[in-house]
Nanobody, 116 residues
Framework: QVQLVESGGGLVQPGGSLRLSCAASGSIFRLSSMGWYRQAPGKQRELVAG???????TYEDSVKGRFTISRVIATNTVYLQMNSLKPEDTALYYC??????????WGQGTQVTVSS
């Protein structure tokens, strides 16, 4: 089993920044891919950013140039640095991990609200 624990969400003004963290524990050898998904009210869950063991990354078009995903293998932690936040970035953000994306394992979610 794998446990994913997220932190770092909150309320921020438009143009501000937040950094989300996701710490993985358990059978981490299964986690070749890690990523962040988000779900806004009334919308489907979508992939925001993903990273694989080799370091390759992928981003949803609307966050390219504003968000950066990174992973520290030694601590089994994945981060999402979010800059130039917009109200449309408001959503519940989920950490995800597994052999691919979407993976089998999900975190509990952390709320990000962008509002003045």
């Amino acid at each position: 089993q794998v446990q994913l624990v997220e932190s770092g969400g909150g309320l921020v003004q438009p143009g501000g920044s937040l950094r989300l963290s996701c710490a993985a524990s358990g059978s981490i050898f299964r986690l070749s891919s890690m990523g962040w998904y988000r779900q806004a009210p009334g919308k489907q869950r979508e992939l925001v950013a993903g990273i694989v063991t080799g370091g390759s990354t992928t981003y949803e078009d609307s966050v390219k140039g504003r968000f950066t995903i990174s992973r520290v293998i030694a601590t089994n932690t994945v981060y999402l640095q979010m800059n130039s936040l917009k109200p449309e970035d408001t959503a519940l953000y989920y950490c995800n991990a597994g052999a691919g994306l979407p993976g089998h394992y999900w975190g509990q979610g952390t709320q990000v609200t962008v509002s003045s």
